[in-house]
């Protein structure tokens, strides 16, 4: 036999599942079975084992089989692959939220002075620049195949109002001068500010901005602001329009008297709100008191100051509602909801629509690309017919992309329209009867006041635990 045939019987060789490392074994205990490291090398070379192997390894059990037999030995190891790092936007300037609010006083009012807090930039001045995505790096298998690496994946400027970008598209400025902004979907805008020194009333009429309004008296009844950028009131707003693609910020409060509303595709800080309707894309924060008015938060209703009082109307949120006082002794009726998310329910259904539109719009691509190259393949492509092949090519692979964002978007969508262990109603003082608390789909009644509670749900009901 020859010592390659007796290799065959007494040794065996694994690859490990991803190819990066392979062990040897010993499958009889023979101390008469004896060879050398180049004829070792030889057999896992026989077995497609070609790539890292330990030669000092291979010599060590040659010298000494014996001291092997009962063990597994790695005598080849491959190089693994090293996946690229995403790309990112690099800001010249702080992007969080926090950044340009005016500092909050627990008496409710806003210090206005802090406007330096703004992102001012002037005509031609860097926002923003692109770091490209790194190309990963292949690694090598043991059997000295190529084993493939993800590349970073590749972000891009999403453009808003008054930017430009440079020729190699890597890089943002202002068109203008004013305040960097992000809007909706995280576009970047440089928004002017527009002041009224006054009252918004006949004087001024209504106001339709593409910037940050700021209005240092009272916005009255009847009239309407709305702004792309922030809306912000010195004074108190009465039963008016106001809509912001961004926060709206109300030193004075909101008395509306049953009309109007005010919008916020962020942020709604007031001091109070009373008969009003509020809606705020992300967050409500009320340092007063919060009576007999719809609000709406996709996110969150604070109304925790001095006094934190919420009583009578109906107050919905999308993770918690937090009051220093809910209801009052005359058992006003009071709802408050969590785990609801109508903004989030309806961008669903829109995606859904979008997604279905595509396929369909996809599948015929498809079918006029199939005919395309078919025309292609017999040499009777003409120079139009190849222009529209290139074009749909192109299309196809945009809505591809497209249809995998808005895939991604549904998914996160739906987990948090599942996700109600999170929602919460917090009492830091007292709760009354007469308030309803609702959480998803269930609901309790409050009959008797108590104090320092959070309300949760938990195995298919709304539970009542001391406030931590």
């Known amino acids: 036999m020859s010592n390659l045939a007796a290799m065959e019987t007494n040794i065996g060789i694994e690859l490990a599942p991803d190819q990066l490392s392979a062990i040897l074994h010993f499958n009889k205990a023979d101390e008469a079975f004896a060879f050398t490291a180049e004829e070792l090398e030889q057999f896992l070379k026989s077995h497609g084992v070609v790539f890292g192997i330990h030669n000092d390894v291979l010599a060590s059990i040659a010298l000494n089989p014996k001291h092997y037999f009962y063990g597994q030995t790695v005598i080849a190891t491959g190089n693994p692959p090293l996946d690229g790092k995403d790309g990112f936007i690099h800001y010249a300037f702080n992007m969080e939220e926090e950044s340009l609010k005016p500092a909050l006083l627990e008496d409710g009012t806003v210090d206005y002075k802090e406007v330096i807090q703004l992102k001012n930039v002037i005509k031609g001045q860097l926002i923003a620049e692109l770091v490209p995505a790194e190309e990963g790096h292949p690694g090598t298998a043991v059997t000295g195949e190529k084993l493939n690496a993800k590349h970073g994946k590749t972000v891009r400027f999403k453009v808003g109002k008054n930017v430009v970008l440079n020729p190699e598209q890597n890089a943002m400025y202002a068109a203008i001068d004013g305040m960097i902004a992000k809007t909706d979907k995280d576009k970047i805008n440089v928004f002017p500010v527009f002041e009224v ?43 008016a329009e106001l ?3 961004g926060s709206i910020e109300i030193t004075g409060g909101i008395l509306a008297g049953n009309k109007g509303f005010v919008k916020a595709g962020k942020t709604v800080r007031s001091s109070f709100i009373q008969d009003g309707n509020v809606l705020a894309g992300e967050d409500i924060v009320v340092t007063q008191s919060i009576m007999h008015s719809q609000v709406r938060a996709a996110q969150s209703i604070v109304c925790s100051g001095a006094k934190g009082l919420l009583v009578g109307g109906i107050a919905q949120a999308g993770d918690k509602v937090t009051a220093r006082t809910i209801g ?72 591809l992309d497209e249809q995998n964002v808005g895939g991604e978007r549904i998914l996160a969508i739906e987990k948090m329209l599942e996700d109600t262990g999170r929602a919460k109603v917090e009492v830091i003082n007292t709760v009354y009867g007469g308030t309803k608390i609702v959480i998803g789909r269930y609901t309790r009644f409050v009959k008797d006041p108590v104090q320092r509670v959070c309300f949760r749900y938990s195995e298919g009901d709304i539970n009542m635990a001391p406030l931590v």
């Open 197 to 239: 020194n006054g009252d918004v009333d006949y004087n001024i009429g209504n106001i339709d901005f593409v910037g940050t309004v700021v209005i240092r008296g009272n916005v009255l009844t009847g009239f309407r602001v709305k702004a792309a950028g922030d809306i912000r009131v010195v004074g108190g707003v009465e039963g």
């Open 328 to 399: 009052n002794t005359m058992s006003t009726a009071t709802a408050i909801e969590v785990g609801v998310h109508p903004a989030l329910r309806a961008e669903l259904n829109e995606l859904r629509s979008q997604l279905k539109e595509m396929s369909e719009s996809l599948d015929k691509m498809d079918k006029a690309l199939t005919l395309l190259d078919q025309l292609a393949a017999a040499g009777q492509l003409s120079p139009d017919k190849l222009a529209l092949r290139v074009k749909l090519n192109a299309t196809k692979r945009q809505v």
């Open 243 to 245: 809509e912001a693609d």
